[in-house]
Structure formats: C-alpha cells, structure tokens
C-alpha cells in the first residue's frame, strides 16, 4: 500500500507565503505527475500546480507567478511554494500522484492516488 501525506498547512495573513509538502510512502517505485489540487468550501476541487516526473509544471491562471511547484525525486515529495497569498487561496489543499509501487512480485499503478488533505486559511 502506499500512502501521500501533506504538511504545511496553516493560517496566514494575505501577502504572507506558506510552504505545503506532500510525502509519498510504501513501496514506491515511480512518482509520475505529481498535483496540488485544493478545494474551498461550497467549491469544486480545482488544479492548482502540477508537475511531470521531467520536472516540467504548469499552473492554473490564479496562481501563476505566485505559487511555485516542486519535487525530489530521491525523497519521494513534492511540495507547493505559495508566496503573496489571498484570502481566496483559502482551503484545503491536496495533494494527488500518478505513481508506480511494487505489491509482492508484481508492479501497480495508481492513476489518481490523493491525500488527505491540508487546510490553508489566508486572513485579509
């Protein structure tokens, strides 16, 4: 089994940064594209950052220029750089991999594989 677990969230004033981690543990053998996807009350869960095993990210529009992704790949973590945050940066953020583990003899894929999530709150 494998599992992705976040850190890092927290309450923060607007315009102050905040750094989300995620780790993935078990039997990993490949982090394919990592994301951040986050989620405000009322909301649907929305993309925010991702980030291919080649190290190449994209971003939605609302965060771009503000928020910046990346990972190590020897750590097994990606992680989520926000800086000039907003009160609409609120909620919770999670993270979701594409990734590889080995079960036994054999090798799985887990397309969609997510977090429990973190809550980010950004007081104006």
């Not at 004033?13 to 405000?40: D, E, F, K, P």
């Not at 990210?57 to 020897?74: M, P």
């Not at 800086?83 to 079960?103: F, G, H, R």
Request: glycine letters at 10%; one cysteine or more.
């Amino acid at each position: 089994q494998v599992q992705l677990v976040e850190s890092g969230g927290g309450l923060v004033q607007a315009g102050g940064s905040l750094r989300l981690s995620c780790a993935a543990s078990g039997s990993i053998v490949s982090l394919r594209t990592m994301n951040w996807y986050r989620q405000a009350p009322g909301n649907q869960r929305e993309l925010v950052a991702s980030i291919s095993g080649d190290g190449s990210s994209n971003y939605a529009d609302s965060v771009q220029g503000r928020f910046t992704i990346s990972r190590a790949n020897a750590k097994n973590t990606v992680s989520l750089h926000m800086s000039s945050l907003k009160p609409e940066d609120t909620a919770v953020y999670y993270c979701n991999a594409d990734l590889i583990y080995q079960s036994g003899v054999s090798l799985r894929r887990v397309p969609d594989s997510w977090g429990q999530g973190t809550q980010v709150t950004v007081s104006s």
